[in-house]
C-alpha cells in the first residue's frame, strides 16, 4: 500500500503469479485527502498530512473529537479497501494476506480489523516493495542468461 495505488500480486509456491496483477487507487493520500475533507466539514479545521499521520501513529494531537473523525474514517476506507478485493475475488480468509509498505504499516490496526482473519503479515519495512523488486528483476536477469547458453 502506496502513496497512491495498492498494487496486489499473488503468490503461490513462493513463485508471483504473472498472470495476476493488479493496482488499485487506494492508497494513502487518497486517504489524506478524505480524512481532511471530512474533518474541515464536519468540524470546520483544515487537517495536514503530518497530523494525520501523527493520529494513525497513536499519537495526540489535542482534539478528541478531529482525532476520533480520523480514525472512524481510516477504519471506513481500510474497510473498502478490503471490500474492493473481495469483489476481485480474493478471498482474504483463505489466502494469507502479506501487506507492504508504508501505507500498510500505518494502517495496520484498521486493516488488521477489516480483514476477516486472525493471522496477517505487515512487512514494517517501508523498503520491502523495491527490494522484492530487486530480487525479482534479478531472478528474471539468471533465467535469461541461462536461456542464451
Given at each position: 500500500?502506496?502513496?497512491?495505488?495498492?498494487d496486489?500480486?499473488?503468490?503461490?509456491?513462493?513463485?508471483i503469479?504473472?498472470?495476476?496483477?493488479e493496482s488499485?487507487?487506494?492508497?494513502v493520500?487518497?486517504?489524506?485527502?478524505?480524512?481532511?475533507?471530512?474533518?474541515r466539514?464536519?468540524?470546520?479545521?483544515g487537517?495536514?498530512?503530518?497530523?494525520?499521520?501523527?493520529?494513525?501513529?497513536?499519537e495526540?494531537?489535542?482534539?478528541?473529537?478531529?482525532?476520533?473523525?480520523v480514525?472512524?474514517?481510516?477504519?471506513n476506507?481500510?474497510?473498502?479497501?478490503?471490500?474492493?478485493?473481495?469483489?476481485?475475488?480474493?478471498?482474504m480468509?483463505?489466502?494469507?494476506?502479506?501487506?507492504?509498505g508504508?501505507?500498510?504499516?500505518?494502517?495496520?490496526?484498521?486493516?488488521?480489523?477489516?480483514?476477516p482473519?486472525?493471522?496477517?503479515?505487515?512487512?514494517?519495512?517501508?523498503?520491502?516493495?523495491?527490494?522484492?523488486?530487486?530480487?525479482?528483476?534479478?531472478?528474471?536477469?539468471?533465467e535469461?542468461q541461462?536461456?542464451?547458453?
Amino acid at each position: 500500500i502506496g502513496g497512491y495505488t495498492t498494487d496486489i500480486a499473488l503468490v503461490a509456491n513462493r513463485r508471483i503469479d504473472l498472470n495476476f496483477f493488479e493496482s488499485l487507487d487506494f492508497g494513502v493520500i487518497f486517504l489524506y485527502n478524505e480524512i481532511a475533507d471530512v474533518v474541515r466539514k464536519n468540524h470546520g479545521k483544515g487537517i495536514n498530512g503530518i497530523l494525520i499521520e501523527a493520529i494513525l501513529k497513536g499519537e495526540n494531537i489535542g482534539d478528541d473529537d478531529v482525532e476520533e473523525t480520523v480514525k472512524a474514517v481510516t477504519d471506513n476506507y481500510a474497510k473498502r479497501l478490503i471490500s474492493s478485493l473481495r469483489d476481485r475475488k480474493i478471498d482474504m480468509e483463505l489466502s494469507l494476506p502479506v501487506l507492504v509498505g508504508g501505507g500498510a504499516q500505518l494502517m495496520e490496526q484498521y486493516l488488521r480489523r477489516a480483514i476477516p482473519r486472525n493471522e496477517v503479515l505487515i512487512v514494517p519495512d517501508v523498503r520491502a516493495n523495491a527490494i522484492g523488486y530487486e530480487v525479482f528483476a534479478n531472478r528474471i536477469l539468471k533465467e535469461r542468461q541461462k536461456s542464451t547458453f
